[in-house]
C-alpha cells in the first residue's frame, strides 16, 4: 500500500504551530485559491476567528479541515480583542481569517494585529489572494510603483476632497469600490485625474472576471450608461504619465532661449530638471552650442 497521504490529508500539518497571531489570506473567489499553508494553519490552530463563521465553515468544509471557528468582526472587536490577547499570552497559535482574501487589508484584523504585537507576541502573516494584487497583476498598468487606497468614500464631495490627495502621485492608484457606485465614482476619477486611463477589474478569480481597459472617461460613461455591474470591483488609475525625456535639438533650443541671461552653470541645471537629462550632459551641451553658433557667425 502507498505512504503517500490522501490528497485531503496532504496539506495536514505534522508539527504543532508556533505562538502566534496567525493572518491567514483566503480565496477571493475560487475556492482552490488557498495555500497548502493556510490549511495547515487553520487545521492546526487552537482557535480559528472569523469575520463571519457560516463562510469561513463554507470554505473549511470545501477543503476538509473539521473544526469550531469564532467570530471577530468591526462590531465585537472591542469584546472579544481582550480574550484573543489572553489565549496569546497563555502561548496559544490563534488564527485570524476575513470573508475573502487577506484580512486587515479592508477587512478588520489591523486592532488586534497592533494589539498582539504591543502585548509582545508574534504575528505571523501567512499570505495569499488580494483582490488590490490581483487587479494590479492583470490591469497592465505599471506594477513597479503602486498605491492602494481602500474605499473611496461614498459621497461624491468627500470622495472629491479624498481623490485629490492623490493626484501627484506617481504611481498605479488602487481603489475598492461597490457596482452601485461605480459609475459616480468614475466620473470624479476622471476628474480628479484628467487625461488618464483606468481599468475596471471585476469578480477577479471567478467565472465571469473581466478587465475593461480604457480612458477614465470612457469607463465613466460606459458605466453611466449600462448601468451598476454585478460583482466585485477593483478600480485602478494609471500613474500620471512620466515627463518625456527632451531630444538634444530641444536642448539646444533651452540653452540658446539662456543666451546673454543666467551663467551656464545655473542654466544647465535648471534644463537638465526640466529635460530628463544628467546636469553635465546640458552643460556639455551648453559649450557645443556656444562653439557651434560661434563658428556660424
Ligand atoms: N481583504 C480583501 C482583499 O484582500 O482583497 C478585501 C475585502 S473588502 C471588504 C471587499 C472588496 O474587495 C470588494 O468590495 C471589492 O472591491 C474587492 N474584491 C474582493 N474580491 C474581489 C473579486 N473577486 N474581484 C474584484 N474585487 C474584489
Known amino acids: 500500500m502507498s505512504n503517500a497521504p490522501h490528497p485531503r490529508q496532504a496539506h495536514r500539518p505534522v508539527q504543532a504551530l508556533a505562538p502566534g497571531l496567525y493572518i491567514v489570506a483566503t480565496p477571493i473567489g475560487n475556492l ?3 495555500t497548502l499553508r493556510a490549511l495547515d494553519v487553520l487545521q492546526a490552530a487552537s482557535a480559528v476567528f472569523a469575520e463571519d463563521s457560516r463562510i469561513a465553515r463554507r470554505l473549511l468544509d470545501a477543503h476538509g479541515v473539521s473544526r469550531s471557528v469564532e467570530t471577530y468582526h468591526d462590531h465585537n472587536g472591542e469584546a472579544v480583542r481582550p480574550r484573543i490577547l489572553d489565549r496569546l499570552a497563555a502561548g496559544e497559535a490563534v488564527a485570524l481569517i476575513s ?3 487577506t484580512p486587515l487589508i479592508s477587512d478588520p484584523g489591523f486592532k488586534l494585529a497592533r494589539a498582539a504585537i504591543d502585548a509582545g ?20 498598468l505599471a506594477s ?19 481623490l485629490a490627495e492623490f493626484s501627484d502621485v506617481k504611481a498605479t492608484l488602487i481603489f475598492y469600490e461597490s457596482g452601485a457606485r461605480l459609475a459616480a ?13 483606468g481599468v475596471v477589474a471585476r469578480e477577479l478569480t471567478k467565472i465571469y472576471e473581466e478587465f475593461q481597459r480604457d480612458s477614465l472617461d470612457a469607463l465613466a460613461t460606459r ?4 448601468g451598476p455591474p ?24 533651452a540653452l540658446r532661449a539662456e543666451r546673454g541671461g543666467r551663467a551656464l552653470k545655473e542654466a544647465s541645471a535648471d534644463i537638465a530638471l526640466r529635460a530628463g537629462w544628467p546636469k553635465r550632459d546640458v552643460y556639455a551641451r551648453g559649450l557645443a552650442v556656444k562653439d557651434e553658433d560661434a563658428g556660424a557667425d
Do not use: H
Not at 465614482?185 to 486611463?197: E, I, K, N, V
Not at 466585485?232 to 531630444?247: D, K, Q
Open 185 to 197: 465614482s468614475l466620473a470624479d476619477t476622471a476628474q480628479a485625474f484628467p487625461g488618464r486611463s
Open 99 to 101: 470573508d475573502a482574501g
Open 32 to 34: 482552490r485559491d488557498i
Open 230 to 253: 454585478k460583482g466585485e470591483i477593483v478600480v485602478l488609475v494609471a500613474p500620471p504619465a512620466a515627463n518625456r525625456r527632451w531630444t538634444e535639438a530641444e536642448v539646444d533650443a
Open 223 to 226: 458605466y453611466a450608461e449600462s
Open 144 to 162: 513597479d510603483r503602486f498605491m492602494f487606497a481602500g474605499f473611496p468614500p461614498a459621497k461624491s464631495a468627500a470622495r472629491r476632497t479624498w
Open 121 to 140: 507576541a508574534d504575528v505571523i502573516p501567512v499570505p495569499g489572494a488580494s483582490a488590490s494584487l490581483a487587479a494590479l497583476c492583470g490591469s497592465g
